[in-house]
């Protein structure tokens, strides 16, 4: 048996949930979680937490240094740190409109990094 | 020197500004103007590049200048005239602006009437007073997140970050994706004073040490910062002695807390409340000078931008109608009085007629609480947060049942189930 600690981000109480694993990786039971729709939460924060990456890419011939950029969707925790660097070695050139795709299928992840906002010269 | 008579005028052009001016294009003010000092529409949010913007506006998630795009599209759209590059630098009670632009100098303008969307501002080293040296490498986390964001510059690599608000914990994620070392979130207060997500998604999904109890003592260092030392407090807010530690750092952000930017409304004699730091409002977000009104975060510092968009669309729309004779300049009404657990009301004043949405903070978390609106409302509440604000709606049906010649009503957050 193990145990996961996760803080659900539902609503203000913010419910410390304790997750107990069994030997063979199997979710065991749940405590700490004051409503169904936490548990649910929490549940899909230990299978497969997944976040939205927000960053920027740096330009080229344009008098903005930086882009802004963010995956479509939300991609796994553990591929934020790899994507910055995937961001980091990229460059862009004007024109670019917002909700284009700077880098597609970023890491496999089948999402699309896009920028939030426009670039002009 | 031009003259220029406008309908509505509004000051600022960040998520409360477009949402007054495009809601009082909408409501049928004709000349309706948007003042901006900077080169483009939209304030702060462009370099807020995070997202979790929209979720309650849009029911979706978008980052800050997504959000501000939505606005930009529309204002442009709506014929509101945006006036970038232009400063307001005073206001006088009868609602003549003078402002300042690069291309057309100084400008005097006399609204019918003005919608005031400053929005706040950062405190900074001064209000803390923290000794020390006065080495580079100290910021306020907002000043940071203009130089990553928005400059291309990385204030440093081994930073410390003293408060616990948003601002100060998304810097704290920001950095750290960017290959900086975040030593630890600097907390005086025994709880976070941001939102919970923030607190998961920016400081547990990074490792990063969140010190309650805690605040920054010293900072060591002369041409840069070199250390900070922090040492933990009581429940008075007293450092207990021996308890310091030096933490080794070339960077300091403070993220200590935002206040409403009201130089303008101070110079119209706007009455500000000194809870919260901005204009004393009513329910239709008019300050206590008639003809000017206000909404967002110059009203009171939001922790969600929807919030911001919906409050200055009540300022913009009562903006419009008092051109049109719709409204009274100033309606007699019902004061609203912070009660047990909480810090203030917003509006201060309602006129007790008509449905009207309520924000509230309270002093202290909670949990297991009931809000008392009078004798007319009560609403169970599992838990509240003076990070996260409370939004209350009163319908007519429940405003009917105010007492004839009501003049005052004490908002309660009470302990439920407590003996």
Request: hydrophobic fraction near 40%; charge should be positive.
């Amino acid at each position: 048996m193990s145990q996961v600690n996760i803080i659900c981000v539902g609503c203000p109480l913010g419910c410390a949930a304790t997750l107990a694993i069994g030997d063979d990786g199997k979710l065991a039971a749940i405590t700490g979680c004051k409503c169904k729709a936490g548990q649910k939460y929490v549940v899909k924060e230990y299978k497969n937490p997944v976040r939205v990456l927000t960053g920027t890419i740096v330009t080229q011939d344009s008098a903005r240094p930086l882009l802004p950029v963010r995956t479509a969707a939300p991609i796994p925790k553990a591929k934020l740190l790899p994507g910055m660097k995937v961001l980091a070695k990229t460059r862009i050139k004007p024109p670019v409109m917002i909700g284009d795709v700077i880098i597609s299928n970023l890491l496999g992840t089948r999402v699309s990094v896009v920028a939030t906002s426009d670039l002009l010269a | 020197m031009s003259l220029k008579n406008v309908d509505v005028a509004v000051i600022g052009s960040g998520p409360a500004g477009m949402a007054a001016a495009i809601k009082a294009k909408e409501t049928g003010a004709e000349n309706v103007v948007i003042m901006e000092r900077a080169e483009q529409l939209g304030g702060l949010l462009h370099q807020c590049i995070h997202n979790g913007f929209g979720l309650l506006y849009f029911k979706e998630d978008l980052t800050g200048p997504e959000y501000a795009h939505r606005f930009i599209e529309k204002l442009m759209d709506s014929g509101v005239k945006p006036l970038l590059e232009t400063m307001a630098i005073g206001i006088s009670p009868d609602r003549e602006i003078i402002a300042v632009s690069s291309r057309e100098g100084y400008i005097t303008f006399r609204p019918k009437s003005i919608v005031l969307a400053m929005g706040c501002r950062e405190r900074t080293r001064g209000a803390l007073n923290i000794p020390g040296t006065r080495p580079a490498g100290i910021f306020t986390a907002g000043t940071a997140q203009r130089l990553v964001n928005i400059d291309g510059f990385i204030p440093g690599k081994k930073v410390v970050i003293l408060g616990s608000g948003d601002i100060g914990m998304i810097m704290a994620r920001r950095l750290t994706l960017e290959g900086a070392k975040v030593e630890g979130v600097v907390e005086i207060l025994p709880y976070v004073g941001g939102l919970i997500r923030n607190q998961v998604q920016c400081l547990h999904d990074f490792n990063i040490p969140l010190l309650l109890e805690c605040t920054v003592t010293q900072i060591h260092g002369e041409e840069r910062v070199e250390a900070v030392t922090i040492a933990m407090v009581d429940t008075k807010r007293k450092l207990i002695a021996g308890t310091e530690k030096q933490i080794e750092c070339d960077t300091l952000l403070l993220s200590v807390g935002l206040i409403p930017e009201n130089e303008l409304s101070q110079m119209a004699g706007v009455k500000l409340d000194p809870i919260t730091g901005g204009p004393i409002v009513n329910e239709i977000r008019q300050t206590s000078v008639p003809g000017i009104f206000a909404g967002g975060n110059v009203v009171h510092v939001h922790d969600l931008v929807d919030n911001v968009s919906w409050e200055s669309e009540i300022a913009g729309q009562s903006a419009a109608e008092l051109i049109h004779g719709r409204r009274k300049s100033w309606e007699r009404g019902i004061t609203l009085k912070p009660g047990r657990n909480i810090k203030y009301i917003v509006p201060h004043t309602i006129s007790g007629k008509r449905e009207v949405t309520l924000y509230m903070r309270v002093n202290e978390p909670e949990e297991d609480v009931r809000l008392k609106v009078g004798t007319i409302v009560t609403k169970a509440l599992r838990a509240v947060k003076p990070a996260e604000m409370l939004k209350l709606e009163l319908s007519s049906a429940q405003l009917s049942k105010l007492g004839e010649g009501t003049t005052e009503i004490v908002i309660d957050c009470e302990k439920r189930g407590g003996r």
